[in-house]
């Protein structure tokens, strides 16, 4: 079992939703975690962070963790076009070496 | 300019020739990585170097070699490739402390025929 399970999608959404983006893990040492966005054919890129429980918001992004059910989550509050990328679900442990999930593709049409 | 970049950003080559991917990054940043990206398996890392006479292999380094030629570069070679090393290859830099950030390089799409 992958260390950090991520839905690849596609998902695909009207301009304006709100959209939630959603990775679970299995590793109890983990205590950052992270989302990367990646534009097509770019390189990923932080979006945000959190450390251990907790809810962080910048923006329109909303980046939750629930350590006790190793659940995070990242919501997109009125979603645009540009939102459209690949979004990567990575944690850090001990070993602080990154831990990537495989990435959800997201299309928000307008 | 770019922070990281890689060279070539595509190369095609045949089954059994060396190759070598270039990294640079302006930074200042000890630590680099090696990735490759595939559809369905997103990123794995290859190698991984901490500081110049620091070189790590990842999940996937059968098939792979790397080079720290300075604080700045991080070469990765296929000795002889083969077609299912046909990937994007992704270099990354990071500085040390508890919450890591790294950033990636534009990439580097490889086909191996």
């Known amino acids: 079992q992958k260390e950090v399970e991520q839905d690849p999608g596609p998902l695909s959404v009207p301009e304006g939703a709100i959209v939630s983006l959603n990775c679970t893990y299995s590793?109890?040492?983990?205590?950052?975690f992270m989302w990367y966005r990646q534009y097509s054919r770019k390189g990923p890129e932080l979006l945000m962070y959190?450390?251990?429980?907790g809810n962080k918001e910048d923006g329109r992004f909303t980046a939750q963790v629930d350590k006790s059910s190793k659940y995070i989550s990242l919501f997109i509050r009125d979603s645009q076009p540009s939102d459209s990328a690949t979004y990567l679900c990575v944690s850090q442990g001990g070993s602080e070496k990154l831990v990537f999930g495989k990435g959800t593709k997201l299309t928000v049409n307008p | 300019d770019a922070d990281v970049t890689q060279t070539p950003r595509n190369r095609i080559t045949k089954t059994g020739k060396r190759i070598m991917l270039e990294c640079s990054q302006t930074k200042g940043h000890d630590r680099m990585y090696w990735y490759r990206q595939d559809p369905g398996l997103g990123l794995r890392l290859i190698y991984y170097?901490?500081?110049?006479?620091?070189?790590n292999k990842g999940e996937i380094s059968d098939g792979y070699s790397v080079s720290r030629q300075a604080q700045a570069k991080f070469s990765l070679s296929l000795e002889s490739a083969i077609p299912n090393q046909t990937a994007l290859y992704f270099c990354?830099?990071?500085?040390?402390?508890?919450?890591?950030?790294?950033?990636f390089g534009p990439g580097t799409r490889l086909l191996v025929l």
């Open positions: 590793n109890s040492a983990f205590q950052y």
């Open positions: 990354a830099t990071s500085d040390s402390g508890p919450q890591e950030t790294q950033y």
């Open positions: 170097s901490f500081d110049v006479k620091d070189i």
């Open positions: 959190t450390y251990s429980s």
